[in-house]
């Protein structure tokens, strides 16, 4: 079991850029979710996808858009990249009534 | 006021000391609470649950405040595999099938040889 992936590790934009970040779960997880980390803020969650077919904003959603391709894979877009959205993002996934997620190892992003 | 808050350390402590954090929540419907670890440039992961009555996963005891709305993290005999970032978190159920976390931002251990 690979658990949660994700993909790219690292990536350097430049502002107006867009990119995709992909998230993948192999175990049959129902929920997944995507955070941002900032130094000095902690994790703030983006959206989330309760199950296959549904998604929900989170704290922070401007700036982003999700798409939850099957039950296994869950993308974050960012359409038009700007400096504020530098930060490291870590996708997750759990069971809909599981309190435990478990999460991907993160993809570093810069945005210059 | 922040919803999750934490002592951002650092802690430095030696080998072998005993160490608490502490965390305090404001949203008093919330129902579930963790303390997840992040090793440096890592991702969280769970630690352990906290409930009411306490509980113990061998040198680490987790305590709730559900009137105080205070939850702690007393972690014994401290090893050098210990030092991490300690992540507080909370959660009401949402209702839609799905949990949010949300997370306190972190206090951060280091064990001194």
């Known amino acids: 079991n690979a658990g949660v992936t994700q993909t790219p590790k690292f990536q350097v934009l430049k502002t107006g850029q867009s990119m995709t970040l992909q998230c993948a779960q192999d175990m049959n997880h129902n929920s997944m979710y995507w955070y941002r980390q900032d130094p000095g803020m902690g994790l703030r969650l983006i959206y989330y996808s309760a199950s296959e077919g549904t998604t929900d904003k989170g704290e922070v959603p401007n700036g982003y858009n999700v798409s939850r391709l099957n039950k296994r894979e869950f993308s974050l877009r960012l359409e038009s990249a700007a400096p504020s959205q530098t930060s490291v993002y870590f996708c997750?996934?759990?069971?809909?009534?599981?309190?435990?997620?478990?999460f991907g190892p993160g993809t570093r992003l810069l945005v210059l | 006021r922040k919803e999750v808050e934490q002592d951002p350390g650092p802690f430095n402590v030696p080998e072998g000391a005993t160490v608490a954090f502490n965390c305090t929540y404001s949203n008093s419907a919330s129902q579930s609470f963790f303390w997840y670890r992040q090793d440096c440039r890592k991702e969280p992961k769970l630690l352990m649950s906290v409930y009411s009555s306490g509980n113990e996963d061998g040198r680490f005891t987790a305590q709730l405040n559900r009137a105080s709305q205070y939850i702690s993290l007393l972690i014994r005999d401290s090893k050098l595999s210990d030092s991490a970032t300690y992540l507080c978190?909370?959660?009401?159920?949402?209702?839609?099938?799905?949990?949010?976390?949300?997370f306190g931002k972190g206090t951060k251990l280091s064990v001194i040889p």
């Open positions: 978190v909370v959660t009401p159920y949402s209702g839609a099938g799905s949990y949010q976390l949300t």
């Open positions: 997750a996934s759990s069971e809909p009534r599981e309190e435990t997620q478990y």
